[in-house]
């Protein structure tokens, strides 16, 4: 497999973070360029995380005395240092897309954890082992934004990163509604407890956004990629209520689910035994061998023991049992800053990189 330079945009923080734990060793792609705000940039990476480093291992050995440059004013730069960019940075949502837009059209493909150009309907949302096709829309997005090479795709927002994959290979009974309902871990606002001690021994009722991000986002990855963009999906029906819960990591989701031809419960662990996807079929660096793991324990998945199942890239699901409402429910957890955010975005450029998108 040929070897890709990258840069991380928005390296200092949580995400960035994970980027550079997760990239550290890769097979395929090698990090050239650290970015995040005028802040950090010409400090070393080192010095510009300083006490915000949140990794369970240390900050990558290569990346720590790296200088730190500034995501907007060294954009030119940057790109013409790499092959393309992860990026995962905390501005506002116009400023983002912006960035983003201007480094697809310096030629620099963008593998973005960022929710600006999720509605975008030439940008794919990709969770590639549900719809790696959606990037057939990428040829049109380059003609919108007059490039060659340069594009823009996006992952999903965390927060569906279990229930929409446990769900995906259910679909062929005709889901009709969904009621998710969950518990979010604190690394997913970017912090730790010691950076955010009230939430110890606390919850706490919303999360901006979160909700109709859960609620929109399963239609665009179930939609049908028509004439150069994605129309979303109409079915099913989903509604959610996301909490912020003192979870270090791992977002843990409590499913409902009504179907049009109700399934039995060993249909249903069938098809998540089964559930396999391109990832798995190309033996992707970063895909988990086995996508959904189900638990017959009544007191699983956990956050602290499930979360790192498969380097944090598989979905761990338990619980599952007829409901007097909805035909089925049962409980979900997917690690959020690895499948639900840096994991996710590695996984879906090494999917693109398989394709050729970066040649
Ligand atoms: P974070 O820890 O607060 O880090 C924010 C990053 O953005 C830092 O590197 C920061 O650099 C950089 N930044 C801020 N203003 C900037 C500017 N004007 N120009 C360039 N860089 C700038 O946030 P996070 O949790 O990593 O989240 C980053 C993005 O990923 C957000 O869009 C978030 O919604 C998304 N996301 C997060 C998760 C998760 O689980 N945490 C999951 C999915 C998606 P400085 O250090 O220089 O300020």
């Known amino acids: 497999m040929k070897e890709y330079r990258v840069g991380?945009?928005?390296?200092t923080?949580?995400?960035?973070?994970?980027?550079?734990?997760?990239?550290?060793?890769h097979p395929w792609f090698h990090v050239t360029a650290l970015a995040a705000s005028a802040r950090s940039a010409g400090k070393s990476y080192k010095e510009a995380v300083g006490s915000r480093w949140a990794m369970k291992t240390p900050m990558?050995?290569?990346?720590?005395?790296?200088?730190?440059?500034?995501?907007t004013a060294d954009a030119e730069t940057i790109a013409g240092m790499v092959d393309f960019v992860f990026c995962a940075v905390?501005?506002?949502?116009?400023?983002?897309?912006?960035?983003?837009?201007?480094?697809?059209?310096?030629?620099?493909?963008?593998?973005?954890?960022?929710?600006?150009?999720?509605?975008?309907?030439?940008?794919?949302?990709?969770?590639?082992?549900?719809?790696?096709?959606?990037?057939?829309?990428?040829?049109?997005?380059?003609?919108?934004?007059?490039?060659?090479?340069?594009?823009?795709?996006?992952?999903?927002?965390?927060?569906?990163?279990?229930?929409v994959p446990a769900l995906h290979p259910l679909k062929e009974f005709g889901i009709t509604r969904v009621l998710a309902c969950t518990y979010q871990a604190i690394s997913g606002a970017g912090k730790t407890f010691e950076r955010w001690p009230e939430m110890v021994d606390n919850v706490i009722p919303y999360i901006g956004g979160e909700e109709e991000k859960?609620?929109?986002?399963?239609?665009?990855?179930?939609?049908?990629?028509?004439?150069?963009?994605?129309?979303?999906?109409?079915?099913?029906?989903?509604?959610?209520?996301?909490?912020?819960?003192?979870?270090?990591d791992g977002h843990t989701a409590a499913v409902f689910v009504a179907f049009e031809k109700k399934p039995t419960k060993e249909e249903i662990l069938a098809k998540w035994a089964a559930f396999a996807g391109q990832p798995q079929s190309l033996e992707l660096p970063s895909a988990p061998k086995q996508f959904i793991h189900y638990f017959e324990e009544d007191n699983r998945p956990?956050?602290?023991?499930?979360?790192?199942?498969?380097?944090?890239?598989?979905?761990?699901?338990?619980?599952?049992?007829?409901?007097?409402?909805?035909?089925?429910?049962?409980?979900?957890?997917?690690?959020?800053?690895?499948?639900?955010?840096?994991?996710?975005?590695?996984?879906?450029?090494?999917?693109?990189?398989?394709?050729?998108?970066?040649?």
């Open 8 to 11: 991380i945009i928005g390296a």
């Open 13 to 25: 923080g949580m995400v960035g973070q994970r980027f550079a734990t997760l990239l550290e060793n």
């Open 60 to 71: 990558p050995v290569a990346m720590a005395e790296m200088t730190v440059m500034d995501a």
């Open 90 to 163: 905390d501005m506002p949502k116009a400023e983002i897309l912006a960035l983003e837009e201007k480094y697809a059209k310096l030629e620099c493909p963008v593998m973005s954890n960022n929710s600006a150009g999720r509605g975008v309907a030439d940008i794919p949302m990709i969770i590639p082992e549900i719809n790696p096709e959606h990037a057939e829309v990428i040829a049109a997005q380059k003609e919108r934004l007059g490039t060659k090479r340069g594009f823009i795709a996006v992952k999903s927002n965390c927060s569906l990163q279990s229930y």
């Open 214 to 248: 859960s609620e929109k986002e399963p239609m665009k990855i179930w939609g049908k990629v028509e004439n150069g963009k994605i129309v979303n999906a109409t079915q099913p029906a989903i509604t959610t209520q996301c909490l912020r819960v003192p979870v270090s």
């Open 302 to 359: 956990q956050a602290k023991l499930d979360r790192d199942l498969e380097g944090g890239m598989a979905v761990s699901v338990g619980r599952l049992r007829e409901d007097s409402q909805y035909d089925y429910k049962f409980v979900c957890l997917s690690h959020n800053t690895l499948r639900g955010a840096a994991g996710g975005g590695v996984l879906m450029a090494e999917l693109l990189a398989a394709k050729g998108y970066f040649d």
